[in-house]
C-alpha cells in the first residue's frame, strides 16, 4: 500500500462519501470507516461525508477541510455499485467545489465495485451465519471450521507453506500460528525465531474464551485484529496512544506516548472508570509489534506488580531495543509470545492475535 508522503499529510485530505441515512444510528458506520482509513492508511486527515440525510453533506465537507488550509483533496465514494449517485450526482459536486475553490486539487478514487476482499468478507458472514446454525439434533454443524473455509488464494499460500516447512517441528498448538506467521509474512524464517514461553497459546485461548480486551501499542495493529471475532467473546480491542491524556502524561514524565498508553492501560482500571478496563474484569493481552518502549515499560510494571496480562504477544519491530526488549520479555515467568532479533511488526502481531481467535472458535465449537 503507497501512502501520502509524509511532508504532504497536512496539505492533503481523504473525503469519504457514503450514502446517508434518515436514521442517525446507521451513518456510524461510515464515521467508523473513517477511522479506520485514517489509521490503517497513516493520512492526516479523513473527513466522512455524506450524499443526503446527514451531515456535513459533500460541499459542507469541503468547506471543512478548505478552512483547514487542505490543498488535494481525495475523494473515494463509499458505494458498492456504479449507480448514479457515482456517476451523476458525485460528478455534480466535485464540479460544483472546483468552482467554489479554484487552487483545490480534488482527485476522485474509484467507488468499492468488486473486489476479491469483498468476497471474502462475504463469505466469512456466510459462514459464520452456517456455524450458528444447528441440526436436527440440536448440535452444531460439525463442518464449521473456519480453517476449511479459506479463500482459494489462502489455502494454496497455506499448502505451500506446508510442503515447505518441516512441520514435525511444532505441536498442534503452535503449528498453526507459525503457518499464519509465514503467510503473513512470506518469510520462512519466522519458523525459527517464534518463541512460545509458559503456556502461552493455551493461556491466551483461555483469555479469548473469558471474554479478555486486547490492548495494542498502535493503532495499526488495532484495526488489523478481527473485532467481529473477539467481540463474539465479549472482549474489545484498546488502544490509548492517540488520547489527549496519554500524550500530556508521556510530556510530563519524559516518556514515549506508546510507554504511556501501557500506563493507562492498567491503571486506569484502578483510578479511571471511563478508561475501559474497569469494566472488563478478565486479565487482557497485550499486543505489542510497534513500539519497543511500550513492551519495556509493560515489563516494568509487570516486575513491579502493577500489571498481570493473560498474555504478552511481544514483536516489536526495529534496530533500537527491539531485539533487548523481546529479551527481557522471554526471561519473565509469564505467558508470552515473541520474535527473537529485529524482526516483527505490528502485522505480526495482528497475525498472531487472529490465529488465536480462530482457535479459540474452534475450541468453542469442539466444546458446544
Avoid: W
Amino acid at each position: 500500500m503507497t501512502h501520502i508522503a509524509h511532508n504532504a499529510l497536512r496539505t492533503t485530505a481523504v473525503l469519504i462519501l457514503g450514502h446517508g441515512s434518515p436514521v442517525s444510528k446507521a451513518n456510524e458506520t461510515l464515521r467508523e470507516i473513517a477511522r479506520g482509513v485514517k489509521a490503517k492508511g497513516g493520512y492526516d486527515i479523513v473527513q466522512p461525508a455524506f450524499l443526503q440525510f446527514e451531515s456535513p453533506n459533500f460541499a459542507e465537507a469541503v468547506d471543512i477541510l478548505a478552512e483547514q488550509g487542505v490543498q488535494k483533496i481525495i475523494v473515494h465514494p463509499y458505494f458498492l455499485y456504479m449507480g448514479s449517485h457515482v456517476t451523476k450526482d458525485l460528478p455534480f459536486e466535485i464540479a460544483t467545489a472546483k468552482k467554489k475553490y479554484p487552487h483545490l486539487e480534488i482527485i476522485l478514487a474509484p467507488h468499492l465495485g468488486y473486489h476479491e476482499k469483498l468476497v471474502d468478507v462475504a463469505v466469512e458472514r456466510i459462514e459464520d451465519a452456517r456455524c450458528k446454525m444447528q441440526d436436527a439434533s440440536n448440535l452444531k454443524l460439525a463442518t464449521c471450521n473456519l480453517q476449511l473455509h479459506q479463500h482459494p488464494i489462502e489455502a494454496e499460500s497455506f499448502r505451500l507453506i506446508g510442503e515447505q516447512l518441516d512441520e514435525s517441528r511444532f505441536d498442534a498448538m503452535g503449528l498453526p500460528i507459525v503457518k499464519r506467521l509465514i503467510h503473513t509474512t512470506a518469510d520462512f524464517e519466522y519458523a525459527d525465531l517464534v518463541r512460545f514461553g509458559n503456556g502461552a497459546i493455551e493461556a491466551g485461548i483461555d483469555a479469548v474464551l473469558k471474554g479478555a480486551d486486547i490492548i495494542t501499542d498502535v493503532r495499526m495493529a488495532e484495526v488489523g485484529i478481527s473485532k467481529e471475532k473477539l467481540e463474539k467473546f465479549g472482549g474489545k480491542v484498546r488502544c490509548y496512544v492517540a488520547d489527549a491524556d496519554v500524550a500530556e502524561y508521556a510530556k510530563k514524565h519524559n516518556m514515549t506516548k506508546t510507554a504511556a498508553a501501557m500506563r493507562k492501560a492498567f491503571e486506569c482500571g484502578l483510578r479511571n472508570a471511563d478508561c475501559g478496563i474497569k469494566e472488563n474484569p478478565a486479565p487482557p493481552i497485550v499486543a505489542i509489534g510497534n513500539a519497543p518502549t511500550a513492551l519495556l515499560e509493560l515489563i516494568k510494571m509487570i516486575k513491579a506488580g502493577q500489571a498481570a496480562p493473560a498474555l504478552v504477544i511481544g514483536v516489536p519491530v526495529g534496530f533500537v531495543d527491539a531485539e533487548e526488549s523481546k529479551e527481557e520479555l522471554m526471561k519473565l515467568d509469564i505467558p508470552y509470545i515473541a520474535i527473537k532479533g529485529k524482526k516483527g511488526g505490528s502485522t505480526v502481531a495482528v497475525a498472531i492475535v487472529n490465529a488465536l481467535l480462530i482457535m479459540a472458535e474452534e475450541k468453542l465449537q469442539v466444546a458446544g
